[in-house]
């Protein structure tokens, strides 16, 4: 079987399907593996190095032409789809929700196409979860861009010239990127509040030495899938307005509050803004699917009455070299288990959990239809 690794083709998005430290993985696989030209420029990796490990280097073109499995971090156009051979299979990031067309296609050329945006939450498949290995890092990035926009240092320091009191985070939203912002803010000395609607998390900020901060909204709760409920409006009108008290204090507020598979919701509007204190920082870390905050931007800082807003998109590329590394171990996972060595096939079994929620095209049939209704 041939593997065919794609390069990213926004500069935004530098980070490379495969690492070098992984690459043994799928070579003891049998696997010959085909590389696109300059896939290692955004982690620092030349094309001598992959070629020195026994991966060949190709075209783009000749990639997705002679390649069994293509894996790449971006979907891709019509145009190069009409370029891979029906039944091979395309692995990777490929935006299910705001792509149907690509899956309509992937049909249609009888590509079999794999999202790893739909890696179920069980425990066997957290090693393939890209979702969580990059929202991961992208929590560590959004304290560390958050604080070179302060003018005030994250800990305490008692100098002779003073005492300088930490700085305070409040951090909504504690999924994986909330706690990874929690866990940096606090290694940093920040004072640390956080609020989520899955009360279930109050246990786990505790444990980093954050504070929860309890606001009532009633009924909320999670999905099976661990996923938040989406609030009704009261309910995010009450919030908007309990937490604005706690926003009014904080030097940062970082906000990740998502809802899987829809926009994410406005959380922090202008009046709450207007409260703060100027020469804050406000990080929208959903501004690419809608944004918690009013007014962010994609990729811009904002300024407000002196609060700074900032949303940058694509975050987890800004540690380009453990993103790359982390989502290559997650997608060689998927091929490990899958992978059947002795006839050199990838084992389409439905029947496993993991396939049947990934694998969103097989042999000219669209599969796992719930979230396109
Ligand atoms: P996510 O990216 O979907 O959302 C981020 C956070 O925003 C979530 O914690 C969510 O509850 C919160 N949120 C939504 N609306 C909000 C609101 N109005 N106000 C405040 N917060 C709001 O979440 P995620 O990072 O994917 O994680 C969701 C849960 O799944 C976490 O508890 C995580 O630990 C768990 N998880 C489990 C597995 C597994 O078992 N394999 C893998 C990954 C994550």
């Keep these: 079987m041939i593997i065919s690794a794609l390069k990213s083709s926004h500069d935004s998005d530098l980070?490379?399907?495969i690492h070098i430290d992984t690459v043994?993985?799928?070579?003891?696989?049998?696997?010959?593996?085909?590389?696109?030209?300059?896939?290692?420029?955004?982690?620092?990796?030349?094309?001598?190095?992959?070629?020195?490990?026994?991966?060949?280097?190709?075209?783009?073109?000749?990639c997705l032409k002679k390649g069994d499995l293509i894996i790449t971090n971006q979907p891709l156009e019509d145009a190069e789809l009409k370029l891979i051979r029906s039944d091979s299979t395309l692995l990777g990031m490929v935006s299910p929700f705001s792509n149907h067309s690509l899956i309509q296609s992937c049909a249609n050329f009888r590509i079999n196409l794999v999202s790893m945006?739909?890696?179920?939450?069980?425990?066997r498949a957290q090693k393939m979860d890209v979702l969580s290995s990059q929202a991961n890092l992208a929590g560590y990035v959004a304290v560390i861009e958050s604080a070179k926009h302060l003018s005030t240092a994250l800990p305490m320091m008692m100098t002779a010239a003073g005492t300088l009191k930490p700085a305070r985070v409040f951090v909504i939203g504690v999924g994986v990127a909330g706690l990874q912002a929690i866990a940096t803010a606090k290694r940093l000395g920040a004072r640390v509040e956080a609020f989520d609607t899955r009360d279930v998390v109050e246990e786990q900020v505790n444990s980093l030495g954050a504070k929860f901060v309890k606001i009532d909204l009633g009924e909320t709760g999670e999905t099976e899938q661990g996923y938040a409920k989406e609030l009704?409006?009261?309910?995010?009108?009450?919030?908007?307005?309990?937490?604005?008290?706690?926003?009014?204090?904080?030097?940062?507020?970082?906000t990740t509050a998502q809802l899987f598979g829809k926009p994410a919701p406005l959380l922090i509007d202008k009046k709450t803004?207007?409260?703060?204190?100027?020469?804050?920082?406000?990080?929208?870390?959903?501004?690419?699917?809608?944004?918690?905050?009013?007014?962010?931007?994609?990729?811009?800082?904002?300024?407000r009455n002196?609060?700074?807003?900032?949303?940058?998109?694509?975050?987890?590329?800004?540690?380009?070299?453990?993103?790359?590394?982390?989502?290559?171990?997650?997608?060689?996972?998927?091929?490990?288990?899958?992978y059947d060595k002795d006839n050199l096939i990838i084992n389409f079994d439905f029947d496993d959990e993991v396939i049947k929620s990934s694998v969103l095209?097989?042999?000219g049939e669209i599969k796992n239809q719930e979230f396109l209704k």
């Excluded at 590389?35 to 290692?40: M, R, V």
């Excluded at 945006?117 to 425990?123: D, G, M, V, Y």
């Excluded at 009704?232 to 970082?254: A, F, G, P, Y």
Aim: proline letters at 2%; glycine letters at 8%.
């Design 306 to 338: 002196g609060v700074k807003i900032i949303g940058i998109s694509n975050l987890a590329s800004k540690v380009s070299n453990h993103a790359s590394l982390a989502l290559s171990n997650n997608y060689n996972n998927w091929i490990s288990d899958f």
């Design 232 to 254: 009704t409006e009261e309910q995010i009108n009450k919030q908007k307005e309990l937490q604005s008290k706690v926003c009014e204090r904080s030097d940062i507020v970082i």
């Design 273 to 303: 803004i207007d409260r703060m204190m100027p020469g804050s920082v406000i990080f929208d870390m959903a501004v690419e699917s809608g944004g918690n905050v009013e007014g962010s931007e994609i990729d811009k800082v904002v300024k």
């Design 117 to 123: 945006e739909f890696i179920p939450r069980i425990t």
């Design 24 to 62: 043994n993985t799928l070579t003891n696989l049998g696997a010959e593996i085909f590389f696109e030209e300059g896939i290692g420029n955004g982690i620092n990796v030349g094309d001598d190095i992959f070629e020195q490990s026994g991966l060949k280097k190709h075209s783009r073109e000749n």
């Design 15 to 17: 980070r490379s399907p």
């Design 361 to 363: 095209v097989h042999n």
